[in-house]
């Protein structure tokens, strides 16, 4: 399958509506617009719709257009996030459960209200956590999901993630391993705000040993995974050079046999 590929950014350049001007210049009818987001949120997912959508409106000839809601529970992702925390645990040695070691999933949180009003964000984000869980063999109690990035003065989604990692420091816990499920690649908010100010909130509560596992990046396992994720996606849609031909002569054909049976037109 020949498939072209344009990078947009929802909040910076290159924008999502001038690649798409751009795909429809160079002539592409059929769009998949996938949102890297693993799991669906109104705040995230959603506003590529909208952003999307808003480009249709002045558009008269629009393309095909096809949207990717989420892939959080994929199975080439959860073995993606899972062979991740085991290749760095061949590296750096695997925490000792035994003596209350944990691996900390953190996503980026959400307000409360979200979900009470029917966001499927918080689910989403446990069924990830859960899945990669029991990918790696892990007991419910070996692992844990906190959120991070909260700001303002409305609940959000909990645990969070640095008042838990503060516990955890305070409870003297041996060894932290935390990674981000909800990123495909590292950024801010996990560089800084979990590799930094995370570690630092640990350590000096008391904690022991801090691992940050990073994100899967430009790695052959996620694009393993946008490949399959992308393929299923494009499935159905006819992309064989002579489509179009093949499609108005099958047309002219049931237009004959309509005729020979008796219809006007």
């Given at each position: 399958?020949?498939?072209?590929?344009?990078?947009?950014?929802?909040?910076?350049?290159?924008?999502?509506?001038s690649?798409?001007?751009?795909?429809?210049?160079?002539?592409?009818?059929?769009?998949?617009?996938?949102?890297?987001?693993?799991?669906?949120?109104?705040?995230?997912?959603?506003?590529?719709?909208?952003?999307?959508?808003?480009?249709?409106?002045?558009?008269?000839n629009?393309?095909?257009?096809?949207?990717?809601?989420?892939?959080?529970?994929?199975?080439?992702?959860?073995?993606?996030?899972?062979?991740?925390?085991?290749?760095?645990?061949?590296?750096?040695?695997?925490?000792?459960?035994?003596?209350?070691?944990?691996?900390?999933?953190?996503?980026?949180?959400?307000?409360?209200?979200?979900?009470?009003?029917?966001?499927?964000?918080?689910?989403?984000?446990?069924?990830?956590?859960?899945?990669?869980?029991?990918?790696?063999?892990?007991?419910?109690?070996?692992?844990?999901?906190t959120?991070q990035?909260?700001?303002?003065?409305?609940?959000?989604?909990?645990?969070?993630?640095?008042?838990?990692?503060?516990?955890?420091?305070?409870?003297k816990?041996?060894?932290?391993?935390?990674?981000?499920?909800?990123?495909?690649?590292?950024?801010?908010?996990?560089?800084?705000?979990?590799?930094?100010?995370?570690?630092?909130?640990?350590?000096?509560?008391?904690?022991?040993?801090?691992?940050?596992?990073?994100?899967?990046?430009?790695?052959?396992?996620?694009?393993?995974?946008?490949?399959?994720?992308?393929?299923?996606?494009?499935?159905?849609?006819?992309?064989?050079?002579?489509?179009?031909?093949?499609?108005?002569?099958?047309?002219?054909?049931?237009?004959?046999?309509?005729?020979?049976?008796?219809?006007?037109?």
């Open positions: 399958m020949n498939v072209h590929v344009e990078l947009a950014m929802r909040y910076g350049n290159p924008s999502v509506p690649r798409l001007n751009l795909l429809r210049e160079q002539g592409y009818e059929r769009i998949l617009i996938f949102p890297l987001y693993p799991q669906y949120a109104a705040a995230t997912t959603a506003s590529v719709y909208d952003a999307v959508l808003a480009w249709t409106k002045p558009v008269r629009l393309p095909e257009l096809r949207f990717i809601k989420h892939y959080h529970d994929h199975p080439a992702y959860v073995h993606a996030l899972s062979e991740s925390v085991r290749q760095y645990w061949a590296v750096h040695g695997k925490p000792d459960f035994s003596h209350n070691d944990l691996l900390l999933m953190s996503f980026h949180g959400v307000p409360q209200a979200t979900l009470m009003k029917g966001d499927p964000y918080h689910c989403e984000c446990q069924k990830t956590a859960r899945l990669v869980g029991e990918a790696l063999g892990l007991e419910k109690e070996q692992y844990k999901v959120f990035s909260r700001f303002g003065k409305a609940k959000w989604l909990e645990p969070y993630t640095d008042k838990t990692l503060q516990v955890l420091g305070q409870q816990t041996r060894r932290v391993d935390v990674m981000c499920p909800g990123f495909m690649a590292d950024c801010l908010e996990t560089l800084e705000e979990i590799n930094q100010e995370a570690r630092e909130i640990f350590t000096h509560a008391g904690g022991g040993q801090f691992n940050y596992i990073p994100c899967l990046n430009a790695s052959e396992p996620a694009r393993q995974v946008l490949h399959e994720v992308a393929t299923q996606h494009l499935q159905g849609w006819p992309v064989e050079f002579d489509y179009c031909t093949r499609m108005e002569s099958a047309l002219n054909r049931s237009r004959a046999l309509a005729k020979e049976m008796g219809a006007d037109s």
